[in-house]
C-alpha cells in the first residue's frame, strides 16, 4: 500500500513539474517580443528657429598698433611716458643724443656754403667768358667748358642742400613725438641705452594702440571659411569676462591660407578673419584670449531635428538585410554596404510595419510578410525616413525634405540610432515601459510523506 501511494506521488510530481515548465516557456514566449524590442527616446518634429554658426578661437589685439623705432642709432637721453600711460598726438615720448647728430648737421651745412661760393665762382667766370666771346676774345671750345662747370657746381649744390635736409630731418627725429592719439602698451628700451636705427632692421622702442577700437583675430578653418563674409554678425567670448556675450562684426577675411605641420598627418588650413568689437569693455588689454561664433545664417520658423537623429545607411537598406532584421556584421554583407551609396535618414516611429517614403514615393511592401512580423502587443516599429537638411545649429539641422511637422522620430539612444535600428523593427518607448509588463511567479511547494 505504501508503494502505491509513492508511486502515485511521484506521478503527480512528474506532471507538476512539466506543468510549471510550460507555464515557463509560455512567458518565456510572451515576453520575448518585448526582449526583442529596442527601447528608444522619441520627440516630435517642429518648427524652430536655426542659427548656423562657425566657432574659431583667437586673441585681442587692437585694430590700430604703431610701432615706434628711431630713424638713425644714437643713445636715449631721456623717456618721459610709462607703460600704461594714455598720450596724445604730437606729445613728446622720447630723446636721442643729438651730438653726433647735430655735428653731421654742420658738416653737411658747411658742405652747402662752400657749394654755394663755387656757383657763385663759376656764375662770375661764365659771364667774363661770355663778353670776351662776344667780341671774339674767346672760342667756343672756352664758352662751353665755362658752361658745364657751372651745371656741375649747381648741380653739387642741389646735392648738399638734399644732405642738409636729410641730417636736419635726423636731428628733428632725435626728439620723438607720438604719431596718434592712444595709450602706450609697451616700452622696451631704458635711458642710457642704444637705440638702433636705420630702415630696415630699426628696434622698435615704444609701441603705442587705440584701445578704444579693438579686434578679435581668429584662425577659421578652410572648410568654414567658405561660408563666412564680410559683415556677418559675431558672437565673442573672452576669457578675462566669464559669462559675458560681447558682439562684433567681420572686418577683415584673408585671401592667403596659413599652413601648420605641413607634410605631416596634422596638417591644418586656416584662414586669419579679423573681427571689429562693436562695444569694447573696460579692462580689455591686447593679448586676451577669445572665442568667436560667426553667424552666417539664420532659418526662422523651419522644420527641424536634432542632430543626433540624422544618421547614415546604404541606400535601400531596407532591402540588404531584410524587413524589420539588423545586418548581423558578416562580410559579404559589408561588402555590399560599402559598394552602395550612403544616405541621410531619421528613423520614423510608426503603428505597424510598411515601406519606405523615399523622394515623394512609397515603396512596395508585403502586407504578408508584415503581418509575420513579430511586434508586440500595442507596440511600435519604425521606419527608415530619407532626409535632405539644409544648415546646422549646435542641437538641430533645419530639415529640407522628407518630414512633416509632427512626425514623430527616434532622438536616442546613440547607440540605438547608430547601430541596433533597422527599417520595421520593434521598438518601444519610455511611455510603454510605464505601463508595466505584466507578469506573474509560480512557487511549487512539495511535501515528502512517509
Do not use: C
Request: aromatic content about 4%.
Amino acid at each position: 500500500m505504501a508503494k502505491s501511494t509513492l508511486t502515485k506521488k511521484k506521478k503527480w510530481l512528474i506532471f507538476g513539474g512539466g506543468g510549471v515548465l510550460l507555464v515557463v516557456m509560455i512567458v518565456a514566449s510572451l515576453g520575448k517580443d518585448n526582449t526583442d524590442a529596442i527601447k528608444v527616446e522619441t520627440e516630435k518634429v517642429s518648427l524652430q528657429t536655426v542659427i548656423h554658426k562657425v566657432n574659431a578661437s583667437g586673441k585681442i589685439k587692437p585694430e590700430t598698433e604703431v610701432k615706434i623705432s628711431a630713424t638713425s642709432s644714437a643713445w636715449i637721453d631721456s623717456i618721459t611716458v610709462n607703460e600704461g600711460d594714455n598720450v596724445s598726438k604730437g606729445q613728446h615720448l622720447i630723446s636721442l643724443d643729438r651730438k653726433q647728430l647735430l655735428a653731421n648737421y654742420n658738416s653737411t651745412a658747411s658742405s652747402v656754403r662752400s657749394a654755394e661760393a663755387r656757383v657763385k665762382q663759376e656764375l662770375a667766370s661764365k659771364k667774363r667768358i661770355e663778353n670776351m666771346y662776344e667780341q671774339n676774345l674767346a672760342s667756343d671750345q672756352e664758352l662751353e667748358a665755362i658752361e658745364a662747370s657751372y651745371q656741375i657746381a649747381k648741380s653739387s649744390l642741389e646735392q648738399a642742400k638734399s644732405a642738409l635736409e636729410s641730417r636736419k630731418d635726423d636731428l628733428d627725429k632725435a626728439r620723438i613725438v607720438a604719431p596718434q592719439d592712444g595709450i602706450v602698451t609697451a616700452v622696451n628700451k631704458e635711458v642710457g641705452e642704444m637705440a638702433v636705427g636705420g630702415m630696415f632692421q630699426a628696434e622698435v622702442l615704444m609701441i603705442i594702440a587705440d584701445l578704444n577700437r579693438m579686434e578679435v583675430i581668429v584662425d577659421v578653418n578652410e572648410n568654414d571659411v567658405v561660408s563666412v563674409e564680410l559683415g556677418d554678425t559675431t558672437e565673442i567670448e573672452i576669457d578675462a569676462f566669464q559669462d559675458t556675450i560681447f558682439y562684433g562684426v567681420v572686418s577683415e577675411i584673408a585671401h592667403m591660407a596659413q599652413t601648420s605641420s605641413m607634410g605631416s598627418a596634422e596638417q591644418v588650413t586656416n584662414f586669419e578673419v579679423k573681427i571689429w568689437i562693436i562695444d569694447v569693455p573696460d579692462g580689455i588689454r591686447p593679448g586676451m584670449s577669445a572665442t568667436a561664433n560667426i553667424i552666417t545664417d539664420k532659418k526662422e520658423n523651419v522644420l527641424a531635428i536634432p542632430i543626433q537623429s540624422l544618421t547614415v545607411r546604404p541606400e535601400g537598406s531596407e532591402k540588404a538585410f531584410g524587413k524589420g532584421k539588423k545586418p548581423t556584421g558578416r562580410p559579404e554583407e559589408k561588402k555590399k554596404a560599402k559598394a552602395k551609396k550612403m544616405e541621410e535618414l531619421v528613423f520614423l516611429v510608426a503603428d505597424k510595419p510598411g515601406g519606405v517614403l523615399r523622394d515623394g514615393k512609397m515603396s512596395e511592401w508585403d502586407e504578408k510578410k508584415g503581418k509575420k512580423s513579430k511586434v508586440p502587443k500595442d507596440g511600435q516599429v519604425v521606419h527608415i525616413r530619407p532626409v535632405k537638411v539644409g544648415i546646422s545649429s549646435e542641437t538641430h539641422y533645419e530639415v529640407l525634405d522628407g518630414l512633416s511637422e509632427g512626425d514623430e522620430i527616434v532622438t536616442g539612444s546613440y547607440r540605438a540610432i547608430s547601430k541596433d535600428l533597422a527599417h520595421n523593427k520593434a521598438v518601444t518607448t519610455g511611455a510603454d515601459d510605464e505601463g508595466g509588463k505584466k507578469g506573474f511567479s509560480v512557487s511549487i511547494k512539495t511535501s515528502k510523506s512517509e
